[in-house]
């Protein structure tokens, strides 16, 4: 079993925002908190040490009293972001996390662990679709993620494909892989926010 103690979050806050007319994704009020910090709350016991990524309101994110890391490198996508929090990870594993997916099961380690300790990575496929940016990864392999980043790649998906990843089918959690885009995905998940007793 991989203790929290073992384990470094890292939560991606670097999106542009462009279909919520660039606001801060993670930063946007849903029910009384904000998104960032209802997943700060679900990965809280999974966790011992969490890292925000951001490239943006860094102020703000230093107020949720977590490390914050900028992720200089505006224009690389999310990988640019996890590829920094990674310089400061020391724990055997890693588990990252989207900053606009509020729901995020609070048992991700547990659901990821069997697979992540036979392949080293572990990443859900939900519904026939991949969440490349949730995964558990021994830090070990996280040198050859910054190798493939180094050399000009951006996509987690093909880095998946060159390390011959299999995803972890996750299909009975589907609501908590639900993220926000849009301004319906924001109201759906407000919708959400209540069956799931989040407050």
Request: hydrophobic letters at 40%; glycine letters at 6%; one cysteine or more.
């Amino acid at each position: 079993m991989i203790e929290a103690t073992n384990v470094t979050g890292i939560v991606l806050c670097g999106g542009k925002g462009s279909r919520l007319d660039g606001r801060d994704k993670p930063l946007i009020e849903l029910g009384s908190k904000t998104i960032v910090e209802h997943i700060l709350d679900r990965l809280a016991l999974q966790c011992d040490r969490i890292i925000l990524s951001c490239t943006r309101n860094v102020a703000l994110y230093e107020t949720l009293n977590h490390e914050v890391v900028v992720d200089l490198d505006l224009e690389e996508g999310p990988l640019g972001g996890l590829n920094a929090a990674l310089q400061s990870v020391t724990t055997e594993w890693v588990l990252t996390v989207p900053g606009d997916a509020p729901f995020v099961p609070q048992n991700l380690t547990t659901l990821l662990e069997k697979d992540a300790q036979k392949q080293g990575i572990a990443f859900p496929t939900v519904d026939n679709q991949q969440h490349n940016l949730t995964m558990l990864m021994d830090r070990r392999r996280s040198n050859n993620l910054q190798t493939f980043y180094k050399n000009g790649g951006r996509a987690v998906k093909k880095w998946f494909l060159d390390e011959k990843i299999q995803s972890t089918n996750l299909d009975d959690y589907s609501v908590h892989f639900f993220n926000i885009n849009t301004e319906s995905q924001l109201a759906k998940a407000s919708q959400l926010l209540a069956s799931l007793n989040d407050s």
